[in-house]
């Protein structure tokens, strides 16, 4: 199997590209439509394998591999084919979500799991243990996995909240707390934290640029005024610096994410999947 390095400074290099796949990463695809189930899969060069969807969560775990310069492979889940339920993902996230990452340890899902747990294996993007700025660290990131993504679920799929009659007064009481918890993070940033600072990377910057993006995009159709980069401009410092590194640079070649996927983001034209 092809195998994707990611490097910390340069873009990512492929090997033995398949000619399969319109991006040479994507080397592993799922798709499920009831029966039987189709599974293209080879042999796990890398030390980790990245299931993932275009423009889904599982862009923070892409970014934040390409920004640590590990070795990894991605495989694609057919989403509009029914991956996400399929036996052979089910096996590696009984919930059928997006992202899990393989790894020597076994499978890991959710995005904060996921980013903590590779912080802490490589030594990178986040503060050590034993480091004084731990507890905050940690403290922001659940709160962006806890109630920051969680909240925006709730925007995006009202209709597995609610009666879908009612999804959008789900949807405009649940605008508010989105606002107030980016004006949370925006206080936070103005104090400059290492692991909150436009001059240095941390899986939670990753994570917010993203969340940030898809709440500019999300649910298409939908009103989306009430979200203005503008009215939080620490973080926009933030995702200004984000979008020159390397690691975003690369994202956007493998996920056709726009020269501008977090302040000025357009809908994703991957060259393999499907981002809904």
């Known amino acids: 199997m092809p195998t994707t390095t990611a490097r910390a400074n340069s873009p990512i290099y492929p090997a033995n590209t398949p000619q399969k796949y319109a991006f040479p990463i994507g080397n ?36 934040a591999l390409n920004e640590m310069g590990l070795f990894y492979d991605t495989a694609l889940v057919d989403r509009p084919g029914n991956g996400l339920n399929s036996p052979a993902y089910r096996a590696l996230n009984p919930n059928g979500l997006i992202p899990v990452l393989e790894t020597p340890q076994g499978p890991i899902f959710e995005t904060a ?90 899986v939670l910057t990753f994570y917010v640029a993203c969340m940030m993006r898809w709440m500019a995009l999300y649910p298409p159709g939908s009103d989306r005024s009430w979200f203005q980069l503008l009215d939080t401009p620490h973080l926009q410092k933030i995702l200004m610096q984000l979008e020159t590194r390397p690691a975003t640079r690369a994202a956007i070649a493998a996920e056709g994410l726009g020269v501008t996927p977090f302040t000025s983001p357009v809908y994703a034209n991957p060259p393999e999947g499907s981002a809904i």
């Open 28 to 63: 592993v695809a799922i798709k499920w439509s009831g029966d039987p189930v189709t599974v293209y899969k080879g042999t796990m060069n890398a030390p980790y394998r990245l299931h993932y969807a275009p423009d889904n969560a599982s862009l923070v775990i892409r970014l």
């Open 113 to 202: 799991a996921i980013l903590l747990w590779l912080a802490d294996r490589h030594s990178q993007l986040a503060p050590a243990p034993d480091n004084p700025d731990r507890a905050a660290f940690l403290k922001w990131l659940f709160f962006a996995s806890n109630t920051l993504h969680a909240d925006l679920r709730i925007l995006f799929y009202a209709e597995k909240y609610i009666e879908p009659s009612q999804a959008d007064i789900l949807r405009a009481g649940i605008r508010p707390r989105l606002r107030q918890h980016l004006g949370a993070l925006d206080a936070e940033a103005q104090n400059a934290p290492d692991w909150l600072h436009p001059d240095q990377p941390s």
